[in-house]
């Protein structure tokens, strides 16, 4: 079956930093996949995507990559600040046609210090 | 611009009550609207999609029903709650083209005791 994997442990770094996520995944040849950010008790709120011909996607300061051999993606937030202190999910589409049906990672907490 | 409320914010009921959670969204028309759940811990789960009135697709067997009585309200219903139906409940919504993001509500805290 399909599977997504994103580190469980929490991601604990110093302000200024670069915060590198990882998300992989298994079982599966996604067309595009998209990162989400969210904060406690809030629903997730779309930051990125990147479709599987598309090697890096860059927004601000943020930094996506995607290898399908790999079956990877690399979520980078550079110069990070204590407000990006979150969690990060990772989505993959599946399904057929224009349903939007999105399979999430369990989400990897970032925490910067300042 | 397009907004999706999502009510009540918390929500405690005892095991063996009755279910309904709404969700609306305004400044968009015909969406797909979709009920995900989140255990503690865990990614986010697909329970319901629609991408017309009347029209719901169930993603897991489960205790829980989905409705959509307007082309912008969708309903997440139980007859009887179970423990296992405790949770952190999101609405969302996308305009049903390919490559689209979801917009999500700002959940409903379940806990069944």
Redesign the interface.
């Given at each position: 079956s399909q599977k997504?994997e994103q580190n469980?442990e929490a991601l604990n770094i110093q302000e200024g930093k670069t915060a590198t996520l990882t998300c992989n995944y298994t079982n599966y040849s996604p067309?595009?996949l998209?990162w989400y950010r969210q904060d406690p008790?809030?629903?997730?709120?779309?930051l990125l995507?990147i479709?599987e011909n598309e090697k890096e996607k860059r927004k601000e300061r943020l930094k996506v990559t995607f290898d399908t051999t790999l079956k990877q993606s690399l979520f980078h937030i550079t110069a990070s600040q204590p407000a990006d202190s979150a969690t990060y999910?990772c989505?993959l589409?599946y399904g057929s046609g224009?349903?939007?049906?999105?399979?999430?990672?369990?989400?990897t907490t970032l925490q910067v210090k300042p | 611009s397009q907004t999706i409320h999502q009510w009540p914010a918390t929500l405690v009921q005892p095991v063996g009550s009755p279910l309904s959670l709404e969700c609306t969204v305004e400044g968009t028309s015909n969406p797909n609207l979709y009920w995900y759940r989140q255990a503690a811990g865990r990614g986010l789960q697909l329970l319901f999609y629609s991408v017309g009135i009347g029209q719901i697709s169930s993603e897991v067997p489960q205790n829980l029903s989905a409705s959509r009585p307007q082309d912008r309200q969708f309903i997440l219903s139980s007859k009887k709650l179970l423990l296992s139906d405790s949770g952190f409940y999101l609405c969302a919504w996308s305009t049903g083209t390919v490559d689209e993001k979801l917009f999500f509500g700002s959940g409903t805290q379940l806990s069944v005791l």
């Open positions: 997504i469980s067309a595009y998209q008790g809030r629903g997730p709120v779309f995507l479709r999910l989505a589409a224009n349903t939007g049906k999105l399979i999430f990672g369990q989400g | -």
